[in-house]
Nanobody, 125 residues
Framework: QAQLVESGGGLVQAGGSLRLSCAASGRAIYIYAMGWFRQAPGKEREFVAGIDWSGDSTYYADSVKGRFTVSRDNIKTTVYLQMTRLKPEDTAVYYC??????????????????WGQGTQVTVSS
């Protein structure tokens, strides 16, 4: 069973950029679809972005389209979320998750069966 570990979170000013990484510990993740979700204080968890096993198909929430980019490295072992033009409303704990390529759509939490511990992103005004 894979363990997912996020990194790259931190404090950034509005308009700035951060790149989050999600790497597997224990098993490779190259065969899985991957998703990024976030949860802000007092808010429900929401979908941010997803990517299929090959890295050729990507999916984004409307709130981040044009600002965030999800990608995979060449050997499909690490997934990235490049965040640009960050806004205070992007402040949240960001989670990566893995699941099957088929089945539930990428925006549904139920698609994913392995989740990382989360990394905090704070965007200051």
């Amino acid at each position: 069973q894979a363990q997912l570990v996020e990194s790259g979170g931190g404090l950034v000013q509005a308009g700035g950029s951060l790149r989050l990484s999600c790497a597997a510990s224990g098993r490779a993740i190259y065969i899985y679809a991957m998703g990024w979700f976030r949860q802000a204080p007092g808010k429900e968890r929401e979908f941010v972005a997803g990517i299929d096993w090959s890295g050729d198909s990507t999916y984004y929430a409307d709130s981040v389209k044009g600002r965030f980019t999800v990608s995979r490295d060449n050997i499909k072992t690490t997934v990235y979320l490049q965040m640009t033009r960050l806004k205070p409303e992007d402040t949240a704990v960001y989670y990566c998750a893995s699941g099957p390529n088929s089945g539930e759509p990428y925006y549904r939490s139920a698609k994913y069966n392995i989740w990382g511990q989360g990394t905090q992103v704070t965007v200051s005004s």
